[in-house]
């Protein structure tokens, strides 16, 4: 029996990277519904590149998932560049922007992402920042959890936190089924327990990727590797609990040919459709 009544459709996306744009406008596999980008990557592409990925955009469903927003930063949100990402998100016709519920700048960018100390405190200044964000962006912002290999400061749990930040901004979550995985592991608690504490009225779409095994009880998470078979458990258990979720494979590097990422993605549309089919016979 599952948590929610409420059933998404069962798309599948993947991250469009700069050297799959010849093949891609040539052809889009059937499998692939969307394609993510992170803006920051494609804002100031012109040229060939830039054509090609206009073409894309006026054919094919994108969402955008950012790099450098840093909506946890105590410095002052940078109004320049969310200005700048409304103009992309705009030209392009993209109503999904998430990003990372963490910060990456200090003096600058860090260009890596810090967990957000797990405090009151915190979940207020994002949740104000979030408001901000929107208020610009024109659109809602989707907030991810992140992977981290450190809490200083805590004063609540990380699934607390979380949750405690999608009710305080009243913002929708992109839940990371594999990031969930990893902490698991390098914070020993409960993947399940975790992901049932999820709000599943919040999440707009899933993350699934694989990670790297560094030793026993650390796993760093690289988006460069196969998922692996607790991750594919545990977006079944996503499944059972939340329901289906337009759900995204990220593959950041050592990036295979299409036709063995199709292998992954097909693998998600079967656990989508196994969910869907065994939801309408006990209906």
């Given at each position: 029996m599952t948590h929610s009544s409420k059933v998404n459709n069962g798309q599948v996306g993947l991250g469009l990277r700069r050297e799959m744009l010849d093949e891609m406008c040539q052809s889009v596999p059937s499998a692939i519904d969307f394609f993510e980008i992170a803006p920051e990557n494609w804002m100031t592409l012109g040229g060939k590149f830039g054509r090609q990925f206009r073409e894309l955009t006026e054919k094919h469903e994108f969402y955008c998932h950012g790099l450098s927003l840093s909506i946890g930063s105590p410095a002052s949100l940078d109004i320049q560049f969310v200005r700048s990402v409304k103009d992309f998100l705009d030209l392009h016709q993209i109503e999904i922007y998430s990003e990372h519920l963490s910060y990456c700048s200090g003096?600058?960018?860090m260009y890596d992402l810090m967990p957000i100390p797990f405090t009151s405190e915190a979940v207020m200044h994002v949740a104000q920042r979030v408001k901000q964000v929107e208020d610009i962006i024109e659109r809602p912002l989707v907030l991810e959890n992140v992977s981290f290999y450190?809490?200083?400061?805590?004063?609540?749990?990380?699934a607390e936190f979380v949750t405690a930040v999608m009710q305080e901004a009243n913002c929708k979550m992109l839940l990371d089924v594999n990031n969930i995985y990893v902490n698991s592991i390098n914070h020993q608690y409960d993947a399940v327990e975790f992901l049932k504490a999820m709000p599943t009225d919040k999440i707009a779409y899933l993350h699934i990727a694989g990670h790297?095994?560094?030793?026993?009880?650390?796993?760093?998470?690289?988006?460069?590797?196969?998922?692996?078979?607790?991750?594919?458990?545990?977006?079944?258990a996503c499944h059972q609990y939340h329901g289906v979720f337009p759900t995204l494979l990220e593959r950041d590097f050592n990036i295979p040919q299409t036709s063995e990422l199709l292998l992954e993605i097909n693998q998600i549309h079967d656990y989508q459709n196994r969910h869907l089919d065994s939801l309408k016979r006990s209906a």
């Open positions: 003096s600058g960018h450190a809490a200083p400061g805590a004063e609540m749990s990380e790297y095994e560094e030793a026993e009880d650390l796993i760093v998470d690289t988006h460069g590797a196969d998922i692996v078979d607790p991750v594919w458990k545990l977006l079944e």
